[in-house]
């Protein structure tokens, strides 16, 4: 399909500070090719509110090709935008009519707060990793090449898929309770379906949890909306890994 050029209204949430009060700001924007990017859309933004000397719009990129997970926005009311398995940097401005108005918000959630426009902080992900989602390997120079530990196929396709996890975050933007529980599963799994991750899997599901909780995530109800905005394809099969692998620890743990 050849790339045309249309028009657009966009109402982006504007916020000074993490304490500042934000609201919908609305621009319009000319132009814009349909070949681009939602991240090159918003870049021309930028360069038309330079050139008109105004603040330009925060927002958070770095690979912009789906692996890095920082490009977190709320389009049109949907985590990473109307297309699906896409994050936003891979979303690109064909997905949209000549002549549309479209809504950009940063990730609403209690534990994901805004530190400017459409830029949040999720670092509460950084230490939920950091609670547990690791292997220790002795390095002594005895350690056995990770090639020479069978795994069985099925196992390793599984930890693969979990591993897919890029950390966006849209699990819990999109889930009316603010659940991260999507994330730890899948943290959790990559290493429970390996030999690797056996030896610390006890400490590993207790931390992770006690982490996510500490940090204000909200409680799963099973409403299956973090599977469906997840551009990885995240199984809720995780989930339910997850929770099996926190009882295992606890019963281990209590005894
Ligand atoms: S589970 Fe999916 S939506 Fe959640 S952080 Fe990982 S990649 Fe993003
Ligand atoms: S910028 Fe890295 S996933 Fe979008």
Not at 44 to 70: S, T
Not at 144 to 150: E, F, L, R, S, V
Request: charged share 25%; glycine share 8%.
């Amino acid at each position: 399909m050849a790339a045309k050029s249309i028009n657009i209204t966009l109402k982006i949430w504007r916020q000074k500070n993490c304490n500042a009060k934000g609201q919908m700001e609305t621009y319009t924007l000319k132009d814009v090719s349909t070949a681009s990017s939602f991240l090159e859309m918003l870049d021309q933004l930028n360069e038309q509110l330079v050139n008109e000397k105004k603040e330009p719009v925060a927002f958070d990129h770095d690979c912009r090709e789906g692996i890095c997970g920082m490009c977190s926005l709320y389009i049109n009311g949907r985590a990473h935008g109307p297309d699906n398995g896409v994050t936003t940097c891979q979303l690109h401005m064909r997905m949209f009519d000549d002549g549309a108005t479209i809504y950009v918000e940063p990730w609403r959630s209690a534990a994901f707060p805004v530190i400017k426009d459409l830029v949040v902080d999720r670092s509460a992900f950084d230490r939920i990793q950091q609670a547990g989602g690791f292997v220790s390997v002795n390095t002594s120079g005895r350690t056995m090449d990770a090639n020479a530990i069978p795994v069985p196929k099925e196992d390793a396709d599984k930890a693969f898929e979990a591993a897919a996890c890029i950390g966006c975050g849209a699990c819990v933007a999109t889930c009316k309770n603010g659940s991260a529980m999507l994330f730890v599963g899948a943290k959790v799994s990559q290493y429970a379906l390996l030999p690797q991750g056996k030896v610390e899997a006890t400490q590993r599901a207790l931390n992770m949890v006690r982490q996510m909780d500490e940090e204000g995530f909200g409680n799963c109800t099973n409403t299956g909306a973090c599977e469906i905005e997840c551009p990885k394809g995240i199984s809720l099969d995780n989930i339910a890994r997850l929770n099996r692998e926190f009882l295992k620890a606890s019963l281990v743990s209590n005894k």
